[in-house]
């Protein structure tokens, strides 16, 4: 089969869960298919909407540069006429079989329609819940979760971070629009795929019918894990590691360790403090709570996936505070992988993968006081870590996973072509 696999950004230019996991399927893929990446890139120094071909990792990628030098409405945010021709030269040159899209903020919504009427078939893995949400994590400016769509509260949401597309009377008319054009290309995927039952029912609620989607695991290269040497220290090590958002609740787990006040713990924070959308004063926020907590905070800024396993090694216990729902909650598995005793927000997908006090202990997501509980609790029993660490834990291989979507592309091929 020759596979289209389209995402919103990848390997060298951007680093991140999706991307890691696109080059995860399409590695595996390769052995049998044919397979290209269509991606968005961000380079000042190309013109827009240049196509650029290039191999990563024995991956052939056609990179489509975009700075939304032409984005003058809400509209243009989803759907861009110009990106989706280009898109179109793709499909002429590479004649995908199916065309599987796992991302496509920056680029346009209906990349679906054009795949379709190129003839391929077409599935979406939805990652996160931009589908449906703007901002993409459900949460809005305040870090309230938004477990239902209100328009009314989208409208306010989205009048602080585009202002001069919201707040004029128009707000509801626009959304209404949005959402109509949203569930209807939904509808024309030939298969969704959620990598956690949570995550489908998230998009239940929105009105997507849970017999369309199929749950399907993501999986992780256990290779890099299995030789892992944990090192060990004069101190207890509590670690956060991946994106520094405020919707990952790093600032929640900070306050926890304040609050846990011990002397014989440290907290490392791996990952880079990324913008996120109007906020802008994230690592200040991190920084003032940190000097709280009597220097034992240290931010190690950003990491090179291949240093994963020695970080995770030279951890005690790994935290995941998050305040969103996670669609599947990659660094969860890592720690389990790891071997590392993991707390987790009772939350989502996060809660969907652990057993309480068995795999891994849950808090309240949000609350600084129950997660220091746990914090506590994991320090001073080591019997329990000890049970966290053996407890049996099923982890999804990436084979495994390009095998379940390899299946899936085999049956709307055949009824596409």
């Known amino acids: 089969m020759r596979i289209l696999l389209v995402t919103a950004g990848f390997l060298p230019e951007s680093i991140g869960g999706v991307e890691l996991h696109v080059r995860g399927i399409a ?111 459900r949460m809005t400016p305040d870090l ?23 707040g004029h009377g128009r707000d509801l008319e626009q959304l209404a629009a949005y959402h109509d054009w949203i569930r209807g290309l939904l509808s024309r995927a030939d298969r969704l795929v959620t990598p956690s039952a949570s995550s489908r029912e998230v998009f239940a609620r929105y009105g997507i019918p849970r017999e369309r989607t199929s749950v399907v695991e993501n999986g992780l290269d256990h290779a890099p894990f299995r030789a892992l040497a944990r090192a060990p220290a004069d101190v207890f090590r509590f670690g956060f590691i991946g994106t520094v958002l405020p919707t990952k609740g790093v600032h929640v787990l900070i306050e926890a360790f304040a609050l846990l006040g011990r002397a014989g713990a440290r907290l490392d924070v791996h990952g880079e403090v990324l913008p996120w959308h109007e906020v802008g004063d994230y690592a200040a926020r991190l920084e003032a709570l940190a000097r709280g907590a009597g220097g034992r905070v240290r931010f190690h800024g950003r990491y090179a996936q291949e240093d994963l396993p020695r970080l995770l090694g030279a951890l005690d216990a790994l935290v995941v ?14 720690g389990f992988l790891a071997g590392v005793p993991v707390l ?73 072509r």
């Open 144 to 166: 309230s979760l938004c477990q239902d769509i209100e328009p009314e509260r989208c409208a306010s949401c989205l009048a602080r971070m585009w202002g001069g597309w919201f």
């Open 27 to 137: 590695r595996e893929l390769l052995r049998a298919h044919q397979v290209l990446v269509f991606c968005r890139g961000a380079d000042p120094r190309r013109p827009e909407f240049a196509l650029e071909r290039y191999t990563v990792d024995g991956i052939d990628v056609a990179r489509l540069n975009y700075l939304f030098g032409d984005c003058t409405s809400f509209e243009r945010i989803y759907r861009n006429p110009a990106i989706r021709a280009r898109f179109t030269e793709v499909l002429a040159e590479f004649r995908p079989d199916v065309v599987h899209v796992h991302h496509l903020t920056c680029l346009s919504t209906d990349l679906i329609d054009a795949a379709r009427e190129h003839g391929a078939g077409v599935v979406m893995t939805l990652h996160d819940f931009w589908m449906g949400c703007p901002r993409g994590q």
């Open 321 to 334: 505070p998050s305040l969103w729902y996670e669609a599947f909650c990659l660094t969860l598995r890592e």
């Open 344 to 416: 987790v927000s009772n939350l989502g997908a996060m809660a969907e993968g652990v057993e309480d006090g068995v795999t891994a202990l849950l808090f309240e997501p949000g609350n600084a006081a129950a997660l220091a509980a746990q914090m506590a609790r994991v320090m001073d029993d080591a019997d329990l870590r000890a049970r966290l660490v053996a407890s049996p834990k099923h982890v999804r291989t990436i084979a495994e996973n390009a095998a379940a979507l390899e299946a899936i592309y085999c049956s709307l091929a055949r009824g596409a």
